[in-house]
């Protein structure tokens, strides 16, 4: 396990040497559109979760970090997206394969709500970053898309664009990700609508998501949007009580409105009294699931949910914490030095479960290094130091 100055040199490295390294795998050579793998090794169809991810991870890197490098590589992403993935009426479709040709498969072209999130969060990242390729026009073409998603009584949304016919279950991921969305759109144009409609969907997460007893974000409820009893009703991510935590912080501090920073604190209470293992290797690390009264459901650990408790206490100011995170995703879960490389799970005694180096896990750790950069926990390094 890495200490000390070696996890800051790890964060401080990883726009300006991991992901240049990286790109070197996983983008094509050249100048126009082209798409990035979705997995070390993968030559499967591209989906438009990982490559908006993507553009979105190397548009904020490159803003962060100053690597210019980075943008243009964002930017031919995008292009590919735009092209292949982006529909007529500006919905974005599931996959397609990796010549950009559509699948055979129908539920390729299925426009999840989830999806739709990561459009938006692209394109506003790349305006954020003074890119040519986007602009607040396409902001509200998606937007204008992603309203045919939102079911008209509740508002909130559909899981995909076969609206009530979609899913049995509604889920919190789209919600939560549209607010995130929202957010970076409003800092990319300034405009106020878009903190109004991140307010909707801070109160559909209060509303419908939110266990009062516990404080707790509940993974899925019916399609009426009650709570439901069984196991699934019942499932509880740590990962997504921090998320979701950081995201109601960043929506107080833009907004204004600081009532939301009390649903955060319950969330990140429920994360630390039940969601963390305590002893050994990997201690402190999220569980990948609890239930509602806090038991252990499964003891595994995934990458992504370190980065989102990184994230959380570097935008709390809490060093020790972040610094914690820092040492188990970079000595854990990634290859030494700036080798671009990583595992996505482990099990209590830090053996690999899942060993996928998914790309869409990217967009998880650019957040955590750029929120420690920005408390000044390690400074985000440029191409030449």
């Not at 969305?181 to 878009?194: F, G, H, K, M, V």
């Not at 997460?205 to 409820?221: L, M, N, Y």
């Not at 009650?226 to 509880?236: C, H, I, K, S």
């Not at 039940?274 to 201690?283: I, K, M, T, Y």
Request: aromatic share 8%; net charge negative.
């Amino acid at each position: 396990m890495i200490e000390g100055q070696d996890i800051v040199a790890a964060c401080e490295g990883f726009a300006s040497r991991r992901i240049p390294a990286w790109l070197k795998a996983a983008l094509p050579p050249g100048t126009g559109p082209a798409p990035v793998i979705e997995a070390l090794g993968d030559d499967g169809p591209r989906t438009t979760l990982a490559q908006c991810r993507t553009v979105f991870a190397l548009a904020h890197l490159a803003r962060v970090a100053h690597i210019p490098e980075l943008l243009m590589a964002a930017e031919r992403i995008q292009g590919f997206v735009v092209q292949h993935l982006r529909d007529g009426d500006w919905g974005h479709r599931f996959a397609v394969a990796p010549d950009g040709t559509a699948l055979d498969d129908p539920a390729s072209r299925l426009r999840r709500s989830y999806d739709q999130s990561f459009a938006l969060l692209s394109v506003a990242a790349l305006i954020r970053a003074g890119s040519d390729s986007a602009d607040a026009d396409d902001l509200d073409r998606i937007w204008g898309f992603i309203e045919t998603l939102i079911d008209p009584e509740t508002g909130a949304l559909w899981e995909d664009d076969r609206g009530p016919d979609s899913a049995q279950l509604r889920a919190q991921n789209p919600q939560m990700h549209m607010l995130e969305a929202l957010l970076e759109a409003y800092s990319a144009t300034n405009d106020r609508i878009w903190l109004e409609r991140a307010a909707h969907f801070v109160g559909i997460g209060s509303r419908h998501f939110i266990d009062p007893e516990t404080g707790a974000v509940r993974e899925f409820v019916g399609r009426d949007l009650e709570p439901l009893q069984d196991a699934t009703g019942q499932r509880r991510e740590p990962g997504h009580q921090y998320e979701w935590a950081w995201l109601l912080h960043c929506h107080a501090d833009l907004s204004g409105d600081d009532a939301p920073r009390a649903l955060a604190h319950r969330m990140k209470s429920f994360a630390e009294a039940h969601g963390l293992r305590r002893g050994g290797e990997l201690d402190l690390a999220p569980f990948d699931a609890v239930d509602a009264a806090g038991q252990v459901t499964e003891a595994t650990h995934l990458l992504w949910p370190l980065t989102e408790a990184g994230k959380l206490y570097a935008l709390l100011g809490d060093r020790e914490a972040a610094l914690r995170m820092g040492q188990l995703i970079f000595g854990a879960y990634f290859a030494p030095g700036q080798e671009p490389r990583w595992i996505n799970q482990l099990d209590g005694e830090g053996r690999t479960t899942w060993d996928a180096a998914l790309t869409r896990l990217l967009y998880h750790v650019a957040i955590f290094v750029t929120e420690g950069h920005r408390a000044g926990f390690w400074r985000m390094e440029g191409p030449r130091g």
